[in-house]
């Protein structure tokens, strides 16, 4: 079957064959990650988490209502919905985001990619990181910190090879960006080793200079270009023989073969870009 009819259940189900099959392999490959620790890690960070939510929950409470509002007329009610993320631990909790895709789905009865279904005012408010603002209730609740690796959906967990899950000893943050400005879509693989970096050297003057390389990546127009197309590359499938990180396009076509006297679902072809797991559930559980 070729990968773009494949359908979720399916890939979840290819994803569990490929950790069965080379996580273990992989995990030897693995070099060791020593999570910085000390007393900004233990108390200091979480004060000021504490600090810059309150500020930054009041100072943006209008743009809040401004964007409820443009929601409102653009989507409709309700304007809210949550999704389940992975925290510090491997704690599962919920993040609210306003809404920013129509429920459409096809003659089948499934919902169409993300793609077909974002808004134009809801490409405007993700490309320009204005849908992260809500995030600062997480942080105030202490489910996730202003800096650090952004939180992802539980169905990834069992899929982290233990370098990798490492990233999970810290909080999430609202952005851990890269420490040179990039314009091209990150893979799996670079985003994960540069939280893995962030892991290792997390401390007061990083911090400070992560909080400056994400305004220069939020206000910098390629990067944010960047950042808005983020799911075209597809959902984190699990390893390469050679330990690298991996979407479905990366994934050997005999996987996919297993399937071909099975009816997809899928009643139109979509790429894989088009099918990240953190972007297709149904917006409706709101708050």
Known sequence: MEKSKLTKQMRWEIAERLAEERLNQVNMLCKKVVPRDGIYTRYVKRLLDIVISIIALVITLPINLLIGIGTYFDVGSPIFFKQERVGKNGKIFSIIKFRNMRNTVDEQGELLP?????TK???????????????????????????GPRPLVPEYLERYNIRHKQRLSVRPGLECPPRELTDHVWTWQEQFENDIWYVEHVSFLTDCRQVIRLFQFAFNKKCADARASVSIRGTFMGYSMDGRAINMEDVPQEYAD????VNSKESLVYPDWCLDE??????????
């Open 258 to 261: 297993v399937y071909d006297n």
């Open 121 to 147: 005012f809801g490409h405007f408010v993700r490309k320009t990181s204005l849908d992260e603002l809500m995030n600062f209730w997480n942080i105030l609740k202490g489910d996730m910190s202003f800096i």
């Open 278 to 287: 953190e972007n297709t559930e149904l917006q409706r559980v709101i708050i």
């Open 114 to 118: 993300p793609m077909y279904r974002v």
